[in-house]
Nanobody, 116 residues
Framework: QVQVVESGGGLVQPGGSLRLSCAAT????????MSWYRQAPGKERELVAA????????NYPDSVKGRFTISRDSAKNTVYLQMNSLKPEDTAVYYC?????????WGQGTQVTVSS
């Protein structure tokens, strides 16, 4: 059974850093693109980072480019999101996602709150 589980969220001051983790099970991790999304209250869910199966290519929207870094460790079946220079507008629930055989699998999300 495909499953992704996020961890690492929390409360951080503006300018601070957090690293989110997403542990994947139930599929051949090294074969699939992995993505991070976020959803703030009252807003649509948006993509914040994606990484190809081999980890060679990454993609970020302009809102996080240069501050967020996605990476993956196939030995641990885990994808990470390093978030630096955090801003209050980064406050959201962050979700990990994988698409396996045309179906999207989401984790339960982890809350990130950026506030002084």
């Amino acid at each position: 059974q495909v499953q992704v589980v996020e961890s690492g969220g929390g409360l951080v001051q503006p300018g601070g850093s957090l690293r989110l983790s997403c542990a994947a099970t139930g599929f051949t991790f090294s074969n699939y693109v992995m993505s991070w999304y976020r959803q703030a209250p009252g807003k649509e869910r948006e993509l914040v980072a994606a990484i190809t199966s081999a980890g060679i290519t990454t993609n970020y929207p302009d809102s996080v480019k240069g501050r967020f870094t996605i990476s993956r460790d196939s030995a641990k079946n885990t994808v990470y999101l390093q978030m630096n220079s955090l801003k209050p507008e980064d406050t959201a629930v962050y979700y990990c996602k994988v698409r396996v055989v045309y179906r999207d699998y989401w984790g339960q999300g982890t809350q990130v709150t950026v506030s002084s």
